[in-house]
């Protein structure tokens, strides 16, 4: 393998693909990460048997080759370089890297030990925007289930419909849903009435892949297998592809358990109530109980915590307030979760006595739901 | 050689070509699931492994092969995902969470029977009130459709009935996994009718009840007055009755108290055991409560208990709801209630029973009951259908109220006492002889005191 590159590309590249490379003790090879020169690029390739993460940089290639390097090492190395042209070389299991004013070799592995990314056939698939798309998994993604005892709800669910997509995701306590509208040019979709259980972690690096790069995104599926493709303008060729298995099983009905009436509504300003509720978390002691109040003839919540230890704590926010009065306990890290991911200035809480499911929803923005389970009466 | 044996011997030898570390990642759970002459299957936990076992070791793998069965010339991969059987969800309880931060329960539910595990027979407070309705529904779920067909089990609220009916359902999920249970609430089964008849999927709403080996409908009162759906569900009973399949029915009152129910309906649920819960006794409520604070991890002195069992008598949930009341209380305060403490906590609960159970409501309900005007019952009038809800009226009055004879004979038709002591005398000497005037004045009431919500 011979081929020069540009320092920038390679640095990006190798930031992406880095992230996905597993610190596994039982199987050393996969620290390392795959690079391969064919044709045009050179393709970097990283996976933990979970995912599996392809990525193409523009480079000349004088000859072809392949050759496996550790990824810490290569990764910190080439962020380090002040230069833009760089020169790898390969020579048995070495890698000679060359620029204006050093010189140096990092010590490689037999490329043919290298675990082979699973392929999926590009039949199937569907094109949207990434932008929205990977912001609306961020909105719901933190809410999965941790516990890997029920499989199905530790992933985040997907549902294609005609032109909308549902993303939702609950742990039991609370559950998060995100309706994103498919625009009109992607109606090459066959993926109507499909769904599928994304793991958590391909989730995790679609958000952080999504938050640099714009542009369209192109979905494959397989029965339990999902690839997403990233491209830039410039060229016909994906420059990253990640791979991903499914989970297996069917996603909860979770439909039900959304509300569709409310006994008490107060509509508050969102910074305003997070602020409280950051206050009022400072004395809610270890199961991190705050109590809201809301008494519409006085337009107002209260927020009260206290810990027999600490002290308490008692505020008020002013809002729009209807139905009847109430008294009800939360966890105010999952309220606070909740609000984290509303972005509009306002939003309706809107709550179901002391025992039911409570919502939070943006004003304004019908596309989003958090719902979230009170803690028992005290 | 069998498949498994063969799979071992392979893995036997490959062992010695490859490092260890690569054979615990390539070949951890796999194993041949079809072998015809030729060709042999392999299925791999994923399709990492599939591609590496197909790119890398297939030659090797089929040389030995080879070497074991020279008739062998083929191997083909497929992915499996065994960890999903390993990580079947655990049967047992979800763990009570100690700091009380709820869940939905509808996750809890199975989503193809509808149950919800939380109930079982482990967990199901046996006393003398529901020990025929307990044994009967254990009996059914030792053996589904023999016994007791159909089991139809009435009482009030917050007695029981839906713990029960649900326990027999999870029972007969774990004595014959393969059985089909469904559980459903009649309101359900009514809206589901109702869509089905809307979508014009009536057959496949008919086919999904018909297939079940057990069928499970809480509170069936509601169906009263709903006549296509009795006429859906009478079909449908018929049907399952006929291959012996097992029917449960809850509801709050006994078959022929439900109004506006065909006969024929009627006359079929009664076919089978009917089974009553009552209210639970002091000691049963001891139970109860001893089970529940063991449950949620609390704990109260026996005095405090007692004293709860004696206040609240008549439903299950409110005791559950006093026990609540004294748990928040202990966390607000860190300290265990004492007994003077919970008097005064419960001083309303008591004072609110009394005064809620007041002559108005026993006339309301009276007359409800016996669908006649309350101006009627009021009056003098003789007529015949009066006279009798009166008596009654009369003797709940006195029993249940402790009112004066004077006080009883002129509010009700500005009557004599002596009338008022001929109506209680009459009533008390006819509850010895008659099973079903015990019945119909325990559910009257049940229904003056089902409306108390003191807490």
């Avoid at chain 2, 409501?361 to 009166?390: A, M, N, T």
């Avoid at chain 2, 004066?404 to 002129?410: D, H, V």
Wanted: contains cysteine.
């Amino acid at each position: 393998m011979k081929l020069l590159v540009l320092k920038e590309n390679l640095n990006k590249g190798l930031g992406f693909t880095e992230r996905v490379v597993s610190k596994s003790l039982s199987l050393p090879i996969l620290n390392n990460i795959l690079l391969s020169a064919k044709g045009n690029f050179l393709n970097l390739s990283a996976t933990d048997l979970e995912i599996g993460i392809r990525y193409w940089v523009l480079a000349k290639i004088d000859k072809e080759g392949k050759i496996v390097i550790p990824a810490k090492v290569l990764a910190s190395f080439i962020g380090s370089l002040p230069e833009s042209k760089i020169s790898f070389e390969s020579i048995n299991n070495i890698l000679h890297i060359k620029g204006e004013s050093f010189k140096t070799k990092i010590k490689g592995f037999n490329p043919d030990e290298f675990p082979i990314i699973p392929k999926i056939e590009e039949k199937e698939f569907l094109e949207l925007n990434s932008a929205p798309f990977c912001q609306g998994l961020a909105q719901v993604h933190k809410y999965a289930s941790l516990n890997q005892t029920r499989p199905e709800i530790s992933g985040i669910y997907l549902a294609f419909q005609k032109n909308q997509v549902q993303l939702a995701s609950t742990d039991s306590f609370r559950l998060a849903e995100k309706t994103l509208l498919l625009e009109a040019g992607s109606e090459k979709s066959n993926f109507q009435g499909q769904s599928l259980i994304l793991p958590q972690k391909i989730v995790q690096e679609l958000i952080n892949i999504g938050s640099e790069k714009k542009g369209k995104l192109k979905i494959y599926l397989t029965p339990n297998q999902i690839m997403f493709e990233f491209r830039t303008k410039e060229s016909s060729q994906p420059q990253l592809q990640l791979i991903s298995r499914l989970i297996e099983g069917d996603y909860p009905n979770y439909q039900e358990i959304i509300p569709k009436k409310y006994e008490t509504q107060i509509v508050l300003p969102r910074e305003k109530f997070l602020n409280h509720l950051k206050t009022a978390s400072l004395f809610s002691g270890r199961i991190n109980e705050v109590k809201v109040k809301i008494d519409p003839s006085q337009e107002e919540m209260e927020i009260f915590s206290q810990s027999s230890e600490i002290g308490e704590n008692q505020s008020l926010v002013q809002g729009k307030t209807k139905g009847k009065m109430t008294e009800v306990s939360f966890n105010w890290r999952f309220l606070i979760d909740g609000l984290i991911n509303i972005q509009s200035p306002e939003v309706s809480f809107e709550l179901n006595g002391e025992e039911g499911p409570a919502a939070l929803k943006p004003v304004g923005d019908p596309s989003y739901i958090y719902i979230i389970m009170p803690i028992k009466a005290s | 050689m069998n498949k498994k044996e063969l799979w071992e011997a392979v893995l036997a030898q490959i062992q010695f070509n490859i490092s260890r570390a690569s054979f615990a990642t390539w070949f951890k759970d796999t194993h041949i699931i079809s072998r015809n002459k030729k060709k042999v299957i392999v299925s791999v936990p994923s399709h990492f492994s599939q591609e590496w076992l197909q790119n890398k070791y297939d030659r090797i793998i089929l040389k030995i092969l080879h070497s074991l069965d020279n008739q062998i010339k083929e191997i083909q991969y497929t992915t499996s995902q065994p960890s999903l059987e390993i990580a079947e969800a655990p049967t047992s309880l979800p763990a009570v969470s100690i700091n009380n931060q709820l869940e939905f329960q509808e996750l809890q539910i199975n989503t193809e029977t509808n149950l919800n595990p939380r109930y079982t027979f482990e967990n199901f407070v046996v006393g003398p009130f529901n020990e025929l309705a307990q044994a009967a529904g254990w009996a059914i779920s030792k053996n589904p459709g023999v016994v007791y067909n159909p089991l139809f089990v009435y009482g009030g609220v917050g007695l029981g009935k839906t713990h029960l009916l649900q326990a027999i359902g999870n029972e007969v999920v774990k004595n014959f996994p393969s059985k089909k249970i469904k559980y459903i609430p009649s309101e359900k089964f009514i809206s589901g009718l109702v869509a089905a008849i809307k979508n014009h999927s009536i057959e496949d709403f008919k086919i999904k009840y018909r297939e079940a080996d057990v069928l499970i409908i809480d509170d069936v009162q509601f169906l009263a007055g709903k006549d296509k759906s009795q006429e859906e569900f009478f079909h449908i009973f018929n049907a399952l009755y006929e291959k012996n399949k097992q029917i449960a029915l809850s509801s709050d009152r006994p078959p022929k108290a439900i109004p506006a129910l065909e006969e024929r309906l009627k006359s079929r649920f009664e076919g089978g055991m009917i089974a009553d819960i009552g209210s639970p006794d002091f000691e049963t409520r001891m139970a109860i409560l001893k089970t529940k604070t063991q449950e949620r991890r609390l704990d109260f002195s026996e005095k405090v208990l007692e004293y709860i069992a004696s206040v609240v008598q008549n439903n299950i949930r409110q005791l559950e709801g006093a026990l609540n009341r004294l748990a928040a209380y202990q966390k607000l305060n860190s300290q265990s209630p004492d007994i003077q403490i919970v008097q005064t906590l419960f001083k309303n609960l008591i004072t609110g029973s009394t005064k809620v159970a007041n002559y108005k409501k026993v006339i309301q309900v009276v007359s409800e009951f016996y669908d006649i005007k309350q101006s009627d019952l009021l009056s003098s009038s003789r007529k015949k259908e009066v006279v009798r809800p009166r008596q009654i009226a009369m003797y709940l009055l006195r029993e249940n109220l402790k009112s004066s004879y004077p006080s009883i004979g002129r509010r009700l038709g500005g009557k004599d006492h002596t009338t008022a002591i001929y109506a209680y005398e009459k009533i008390v000497k006819e509850l010895k002889q008659s099973e079903s005037l015990v019945e119909e004045i325990n559910y009257i009431k049940q229904r003056i005191y089902s409306s108390l919500d003191p807490l």
